[in-house]
């Protein structure tokens, strides 16, 4: 399988991970030997435990009951053998946790992947 390929597996892992907010989801995406690192506006969460825990637990799922990630449009750039730059437009569907209304937002995401042990794992995301 190509690279551009396994990043596009990647990216929607990762949109998993947003939607269940379950470790078992999140653990096959960000890296176990690089030092992670997912900037939000002006929140920067470093370490794989305070992306799961501070982002995607406390800061996403309470705040919504009900949260999905759709990719719009992604780009590849293969900037070295083992570093991928991923680039997506996106949008959310989700329901607010407090008064269960729809909400949404939309932006563009940067991840920067890298390739360990065979397989691509996020090192860096920043989203806005």
Known sequence: MSAELECRKLVENYTKAVHTQKWRDFDIVFSKQKECRLISGRNEYVGRDAIFQEFLVERIGEKFSWITLVVDDVEFNH????????????????????????????????????????????VHVHYS
Do not use: K, S
């Open 79 to 122: 900037v070295m053998h083992n570093v991928m730059i991923i680039v997506f437009r996106y949008h959310t569907e989700c329901i607010l946790r407090e008064n269960g209304e729809p909400f949404g937002i939309q932006g563009v995401e940067t991840q920067f992947a890298a390739l360990e042990d065979g397989a691509w794992h996020l």
